[in-house]
Each structure stands twice: as C-alpha cells, then as structure tokens.
C-alpha cells in the first residue's frame, strides 16, 4: 500500500509564504513524478507544479516566479515552497505522484494525498 501524506498547510496574509510537505511511503520501487495539484471552492482541480524524477520541473502559467517545487527522492519527499502568495491561492492543495510500485511492474499508478488547506487573506 502507498500513502501521500501532506502537511504545512495554514493561514497566511497576502504576501506571506509558506512551505508544504509530502512524504510517500509505503512499497515503493520508482517514484517517477511527483507533483501538487490544488482545489479551490467551486472549481476544478487544477497543476500547480510537477518535478520528475530526473529533477525535470514544470509549473502552471500562475505560480511561475512565486513557487518552487523540490524532492528528495531517497526520502520520498516532495516539497512546494511558496512566496508572495495571494488571495487566489486558496485552496485545497493536494499531493500527487506516479509510482512504480515493485521492481517487476509494467506500469505504474497515480496517488494522492487527501489534501492541506491553504488560505491566503488579504
């Protein structure tokens, strides 16, 4: 069993920051792609920044320049600092990750975590 566990959500004032966490554990061989994705009332859940296992980064159009995603792939970990945070950040923001359980699967699957709340006052 795989489990994504997130955590260093909280409130924070417009232009504040904060630093979220996500530790997978559980049977894992590769970790090939992690990411978060967040959920804000009423709309879908959307990107918000991706990291491969080879460190290859992606971000959504809207967090570019304010946050940053890193790992630490012998700790399974996956880290999303973010700065200069503003009212439309809030969300639901959700962990998520492409892992090869065991060395002989042919494919892998997507997890995710059951989520942080993040609220940005203004």
């Known amino acids: 069993q795989v489990q994504l566990v997130e955590s260093g959500g909280g409130l924070v004032q417009a232009g504040g920051s904060l630093t979220l966490s996500c530790a997978a554990s559980?049977?894992?061989?590769?970790?090939?792609?992690m990411g978060w994705y967040r959920q804000a009332p009423g709309k879908q859940r959307e990107l918000v920044a991706a990291?491969?296992?080879?460190?290859?980064?992606d971000y959504a159009y809207f967090v570019k320049g304010r946050f940053t995603i890193s790992s630490d792939n012998p700790k399974k970990m996956v880290y999303l600092q973010m700065n200069s945070l503003k009212p439309e950040d809030t969300a639901v923001y959700y962990c998520?990750?492409?892992?090869?359980?065991?060395?002989?699967?042919?494919?892998?699957?997507?997890?995710w975590g059951q989520g942080t709340q993040v609220t940005v006052s203004s």
């Open positions: 998520n990750a492409d892992i090869r359980r065991f060395l002989w699967d042919r494919s892998s699957s997507i997890y």
């Open positions: 559980g049977s894992i061989n590769r970790l090939n792609r």
């Open positions: 990291i491969t296992n080879g460190g290859n980064t």
